[in-house]
């Protein structure tokens, strides 16, 4: 008896490999009906230019039958089919990739089959995507966590592996005392000099700088008071760190299509030194009666990008909330001389008017050719607008005029957006599938600024993004996977959480809400 079991079990694995290797024949012709359209895709992987070596892009037939094959070709290549009862394609990873190597700057053709209830198939229109020959880089790291209607539950910093669906913790809200962290940020990302903001519940605001394995937690703050560091850049040397310092109030509107915003009451840019473990506020940065914001240093380090509006109230008033509906602002950009360390006067690049709304986010190529920004209706929070699209406009081209990166009016709720190290790769943060969780999307520009459609970027499980209650925003491409262990991070953070903060510091100053 016990010989047959034996022999049981040594079959099994020949038997699965069998089953996987049985061939899946596509339905005839002859028993096809034709369905004149294509296939609803969720997501919908259509029309799409996709990176040379991204994750396989899993997906659902949004078709009623009972039981679905899906067939993906090009011109070169061994053709993958798939099948399924429910409609969910998950590719083989070594099939995929195989697949997208061999059609390198050549279309991906997708055929689908559906078998209704009687057991006639139909088969749709075939859907192409284009492989683009631009590797994406490897990684991104970003910021999830499940919003509430005023706190926001697990927070944490994770990293994908936009290759596979490989995903790592970086931080969590309990190794920061249950404060917030927010708003990491890569020295030309890479993975091995980046830092972190941290704000914990008891504790100083501050700011985790990260090099190799090691890390230190320095206070922001200028002389140990005032506005802690907010959003930061990296200066392309290295050392220096310019960031905003923003007094942000969060507000709930009992009427209306929002139920939850944000105001900036003030807001200033800063400088730390590295080195020198020096803040400091560079009057030409801060002219009086503006409010700058969201710095972004060009890649040679001659510019500083920013945001700046005409403040609209005086800085005593608490709440000005019919004034912040008529902010917006334009971008600005100031030149940097590393000989004086001094910087210029401010210039504006995009007017308010330009774009007809408020421009915020600037980031430009790592090339230095295109500039890509946010435009909402009015204020400094694009996550929490109505509307919000990302515009381009190219620096190279004397007179340029910033254009929508997706032509036409729209609700696409696009926010916060990284570059990849070669400029052809954006990703951003975007509520645009339901208007309520951002999931993160890629979109290929070319080097004429042309950008392709966005797409969502695949799960493991095609259906992970339905059933997932959680955002996603803040992301940033990385070269390579993080060096720093949690435990380092968690011993740099350790002083700050436990230390006394001073009755002075204002609590909720220097860091974005979440969004």
């Not at 075939?126 to 966590?145: A, E, K, L, W």
């Not at 005029?401 to 709720?413: D, I």
Request: with cysteine.
């Amino acid at each position: 008896m016990k010989s047959f079991r034996r022999l049981g079990l040594l079959a099994l694995p020949v038997l699965l490999a069998a089953w996987l290797l049985w061939p899946v024949h596509l339905p005839s012709a002859r028993s096809c009906t034709d369905a004149g359209r294509a296939p609803q895709l969720r997501p919908d992987y259509t029309g799409l230019v996709i990176p040379l070596n991204v994750a396989p892009l899993t997906f659902s037939v949004a078709e009623p039958g009972t039981r679905y094959v899906v067939r993906l070709s090009g011109q070169r290549g061994r053709a993958l089919v798939m099948t399924s009862r429910r409609g969910a394609m998950v590719p083989p990873a070594r099939a995929w990739r195989a697949l997208l190597a061999a059609n390198r700057e050549a279309d991906l053709r997708v055929d689908v089959f559906v078998r209704g209830g009687f057991g006639r198939w139909t088969r749709f229109a075939p859907v192409t995507n284009r492989v683009s020959g631009d590797p994406v880089d490897g990684y991104v790291v970003y910021r999830r966590f499940r919003p509430f209607f005023n706190s926001t539950g697990a927070l944490t910093i994770r990293q994908r592996n936009l290759t596979s669906f490989d995903e790592r913790t970086i931080m969590t809200r309990d190794e920061v005392g249950g404060g917030c962290m927010n708003c990491h940020t890569f020295q030309n990302r890479r993975p091995d000099s980046f830092l972190i903001h941290s704000r914990p519940r008891e504790g100083i605001p501050a700011m985790t700088l990260v090099s190799g394995s090691q890390a230190r937690t320095v206070d922001t703050r200028v002389g140990g008071s005032g506005p802690p560091a907010g959003y930061a850049t990296w200066h392309p040397n290295g050392r220096l760190v310019a960031f905003s310092r923003n007094k942000i109030l969060q507000y709930f509107p009992q009427a209306g299509p929002r139920s939850k915003a944000a105001l900036d009451v003030t807001s200033s840019l800063a400088v730390y030194d590295v080195c020198d473990d020096k803040t400091t506020v560079p009057t030409a940065l801060n002219p009086p009666g503006r409010l700058p914001t969201f710095p972004c240093w060009s890649p040679d380090g001659d510019w500083l990008y920013f945001a700046s509006a005409p403040a609209l109230w005086d800085k005593a008033r608490f709440m000005p909330i019919d004034e912040q509906k008529r902010l917006r602002y334009d971008i600005q950009r100031a030149a940097y001389d590393a000989t004086s360390g001094r910087f210029g006067p401010p210039q504006t690049v995009v007017s308010a008017s330009a774009v007809n709304g408020s421009a915020l986010e600037p980031r430009v190529s790592p090339d230095g050719r295109f500039l890509v920004f946010t435009v909402c209706d009015s204020g400094s929070f694009p996550v929490f607008a109505e509307r919000a699209d990302l515009w381009l406009l190219d620096l190279t081209r004397p007179g340029a005029q910033p254009q929508p990166m997706e032509p036409g009016g729209s609700t696409r709720h696009d926010s916060f957006h990284s570059w990849s190290e070669n400029s052809r790769w954006l990703i951003c943060a975007s509520k645009r599938d339901n208007g309520l969780l951002a999931r993160l999307y890629l979109r290929h520009v070319a080097a004429d600024g042309t950008a392709s459609r966005p797409f969502v970027l695949p799960q493991a499980d095609p259906t992970a993004d339905d059933r997932d209650p959680t955002t996603y925003n803040v992301p940033e491409f990385v070269l390579g996977p993080i060096t720093v262990s949690r435990a380092e991070l968690q011993r740099s953070l350790r002083a700050t959480s436990t230390a006394p903060k001073p009755r002075s510091a204002p609590k909720q100053e220097g860091q974005a809400p979440e969004g």
